[in-house]
């Protein structure tokens, strides 16, 4: 048991600290927001020259073969910078996916792209009145000659006007746990892409799927890809354990802005002068301050767990033992460690944000300031990868209730 | 990071659950519950381990223990508060007073107070805080007055815990100086309770027996010998007390023994589908892990060498205020037949646990510094706020 990052881990959090401090200003993040492409390519460069596209990939595929913690120590510091990447979507949800499911082919032809930098796939998995990610979809795939035809709409999709290709999730039979997995081209006939806006800071579109041609060699988690070493995770296992990736490295992400948001908080309540004294001096003040820092606490440490967890169950994984029954809402492994985290997580973050604004007055409500850079963030986050009431459901179930 | 014990660890925690479940008796409901006989078993159960060596596992060799590493201590301090605290008011022996001892003590004071703490045959009380001096302990005016070879001390203490147990000894915070200001000029000294002038009225309080009191000193003398720690230097001494305190109690571990009894309960009265129950359970399970891993961390940053006083106030908070909702929630849980909460009670569900677990902590948030004042102890350590009032 020791509850401290390790020397390596505290470098990687200094490297990418130092590269958001410098690279990544405030001012930049709003620019980027507000371009077509919604990310900084000089970003997107330095991730990828640094190794983190790759981390979490097998040193086959040219990766770092690090862990989910690494990543959320990575993600947790970009997040402080509120910096917008398509790192998350790609190298950790896309990359997963498709790391799981994946024939070798399939594996060879994106990972090694994916993990250095050179191609962005994102995954399409929610649609319209979708509550969480776990929802059963509608997209559905019909035979049609050697192939498949994918009819449907996915919305919420991230960085889908960059990307190269999309892992779009597909209903499927019970023995597949309900989800199929497609490889899709953005640019195929029959896929058009409309923006959508969240104010959650990354560009994020509807994909209107119709009667797009998919190959038999495009299908994830295909029972005839003979080719694997072991047998295929069935799509709904690798749905299951790509979800709970996704979910902690994004509330590593939303931990590194909430932790801004104190920062700034802390800063404010130290200069801002009411009353003749610092407004820090009100106690009411210094309490909301130390209420968002013992929530955050608490949320870092439910987080860096579910990833330790996560790591210690894709051991087993990668020993072949990836549970070829795994169904959607029990995947192997960290399923408590990662529900307490995110359900937790949830009410924390919504409190430290409403503490930050509180504590900023007028001010944090304008545009001009930071807070709301991460404010709006901290949102898409709580209603991303799950409520907290599905969440705390998991963890119902993971005690036997 | 590592989330894991080792099996050593793990093997050392087996062994004292084993213990416990050979040790404690079949209707034991925990050292707080409203039972004056559990005293008694605490004294018989801590000299039982005392003899067997097993009481100080945790304490250095020399001064008796077997040097367990923190990670053992902290699974046997886990087993101990989850099941009720068998150890009685000597887990303050355990915890703090020997280790502040061990800390600040001469040869002489180690050699006389250590040893009956391991054998398990002595209770202590601490008298810190007095009617005009809570949070602000600073303030207190209990006067010892130096007479070269002896102290005689003058004054009135509340609140000593277990002080009526009886308590044979007294870790006792005074003002040697009152002209030195406010934290200078206090003084800690080792009390004995047999001492001709001191008058112990217990209090009685909302959890039924008798453990806190006030405790009155009509110039008691105290020799000289039994001054712990420099003279007029007693604040230094007591502040490292208080860290330990704060993290010595791992109260997570009470909390989520009495999660897994309600869950245990609504299973067998089949209501563990209610999707209100799965939530509230669920929800309380989630914040034992957090406070337990809010410890660890604190604990962690003890290992490598650190003085976590920040970290050790985040976890408090979590704990006390995790307790208190356990509480609160698992009666909501239970409902009208959770009004009965005497183990004495025939129909009282899970024999009163839940409702002892509201009663005893609703001053949890108070003793060892209370909620605001560790949120005052955070705004300034980690967050470099200014001094708030
Ligand atoms: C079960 C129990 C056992 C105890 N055992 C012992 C013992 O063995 N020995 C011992 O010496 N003492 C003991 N205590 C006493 C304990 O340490 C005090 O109760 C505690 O320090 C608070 O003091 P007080 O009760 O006088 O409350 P007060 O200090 O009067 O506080 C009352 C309220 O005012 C708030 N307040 C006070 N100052 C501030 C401030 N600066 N900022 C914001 N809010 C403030 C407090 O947070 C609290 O909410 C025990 C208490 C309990 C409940």
């Known amino acids: 048991m020791d509850l401290t990052l390790t020397a390596e881990q505290r470098l990687l959090a200094d490297t990418v600290r130092d590269l958001v401090e410098r690279e990544c200003p405030p001012d930049l993040v709003r620019e980027i927001e507000k371009s077509e ?15 983190l596209t790759g981390l979490l990939l097998g040193e086959e595929h040219g990766g770092a073969g690090q862990g989910v913690l690494d990543l959320a120590v990575v993600a947790e510091q970009l997040g402080w910078g509120a910096m917008p990447t398509p790192l998350l979507a790609s190298a950790v949800f896309a990359a997963s996916l498709i790391d799981l499911a994946g024939s070798a082919a399939q594996r060879a032809r994106w990972l090694p792209a994916i993990g250095a930098g050179t191609a962005i796939a994102t995954v399409a998995v929610l649609e319209p009145g979708a509550r969480d990610e776990w929802g059963a979809p509608d997209a559905a795939l019909t035979p049609h000659g050697a192939g498949h035809r994918l009819t449907g709409t996915k919305i919420l999709v991230p960085y889908a006007q960059v990307a190269d290709v999309l892992v779009v999730v597909v209903a499927a039979g019970a023995a597949d746990g309900g989800r199929g997995l497609v490889l899709v081209d953005p640019g195929a006939p029959g896929v058009t892409l409309r923006r959508q806006h969240d104010g959650g800071g990354e560009p994020v579109f509807e994909v209107v799927l119709r009667d797009v041609e998919v190959a038999a060699a495009d299908l994830l988690a295909a029972p005839a890809a003979a080719d694997l070493p072991a047998a295929p995770a069935v799509a709904g296992a690798a749905l299951a354990t790509a979800l709970d990736r996704m979910t902690v490295a994004s509330l590593a992400y939303a931990i590194g802005g909430a932790q801004r948001a104190l920062d700034l908080s802390v800063e404010h309540a130290r200069s801002r002068r009411q009353f003749g004294q610092p407004i820090g001096a009100f106690q009411s003040v210094a309490h909301r301050c130390v209420d968002m820092f013992t929530d955050l606490e608490a949320c870092r440490y439910l987080c860096y767990q579910a990833a330790w967890k996560l790591d210690a169950a894709g051991q087993l994984d990668a020993a072949g033992q990836l549970d070829a029954a795994g169904q959607l809402d029990a995947p192997g492994g960290a ?55 599905w969440h705390r459901e998991r963890v119902a179930r993971a005690l036997d209730l | 990071m590592d989330f894991a014990f080792t099996e050593d660890d793990r093997a050392f925690g087996r062994r004292f659950a084993e213990l416990l479940d050979e040790k404690l008796p079949p209707d034991w409901q925990g050292f707080f519950a409203e039972d004056r006989e559990a005293l008694a078993f605490t004294r018989e159960f801590c000299r039982d381990l005392g003899r067997a060596g097993l009481l100080t596992v945790s304490w250095p060799a020399e001064y008796g223990g077997q040097g367990a590493g923190l990670w053992k201590q ?71 007055v130096d007479h070269g070879d002896h102290f005689v001390v003058t004054g009135q203490k509340i609140w ?159 704990a006390t205020l995790l307790e208190q909702d356990v509480g609160h929630v698992g009666l909501e849980i239970l409902g009208a037949s959770g009004r009965l909460g005497s183990p004495a009670e025939d129909h009282a569900p899970l024999h009163g646990l839940v409702k002892q677990q509201w009663v005893h902590n609703i001053p949890a948030t108070i003793g060892a510094g209370t909620l605001e004042i560790q949120k005052n102890i955070v705004a300034q350590t980690a967050l470099g706020l200014p001094r708030s009032r």
């Open chain 1, 37 to 51: 492409r919604g990310f900084g390519d000089g970003h997107w460069k330095t991730l990828a020259d640094l190794g």
């Open chain 1, 335 to 389: 399923d408590f460690e990662v529900a307490a985290a995110k359900s937790f997580a949830n009410d924390a973050i919504r409190r430290v944000f409403t503490h930050a604004h509180q504590v900023h007055g007028a001010i944090g409500f304008s545009m001009e300031h930071d807070l709301q850079l991460h404010s709006r963030r901290g949102k898409t986050f709580e209603l991303s990868y799950g409520g907290s009431t």
């Open chain 2, 74 to 144: 902290t699974l046997l301090r886990e087993l101990m508060t989850a099941s009720g605290e068998p150890r009685g008011p000597q887990y303050m022996n355990l915890n703090y007073i020997g280790p502040l001892i061990m800390k600040f003590g001469t040869a002489e004071q180690k050699a006389r107070f250590l040893p009956p703490m391991a054998r398990g045959e002595v209770i202590w009380t601490q008298g810190f805080s007095e009617p005009d001096a809570g949070s602000d302990l600073a303030a207190l005016r209990t006067r010892a």
């Open chain 2, 160 to 318: 000593s815990s277990y002080a009526d147990s009886p308590a044979d000894w007294n870790l006792l915070l005074v003002r040697t100086n009152p002209d030195a200001g406010r934290r200078r000029g206090m003084s800690v000294l080792l009390v004995d309770m047999t001492s001709p002038g001191i008058t112990v009225r217990p209090i009685e309080s909302m959890g039924g027996w008798h453990e806190i009191n006030e405790v009155f000193y009509d110039e008691v003398r105290v020799p000289r010998d039994c001054l712990l720690g420099p003279l007029d230097e007693g604040w230094g001494v007591i502040g490292s007390g208080l860290t330990l305190e704060r993290i010595g109690i791992p109260r997570y571990a009470r909390a989520q023994r009495v999660v897994e009894r309600l869950c245990d309960h609504v299973r067998e009265t089949g209501r563990a589908g209610e999707p209100d129950v799965r939530q509230k359970l669920a929800d309380l399970r989630v914040r034992c892990e957090a406070a337990k891993l809010l410890a660890y961390r604190a604990i962690s940053l003890v290992a490598a060498g650190a003085n976590p006083v920040a970290e050790a106030s985040t976890a408090r908070i979590h």
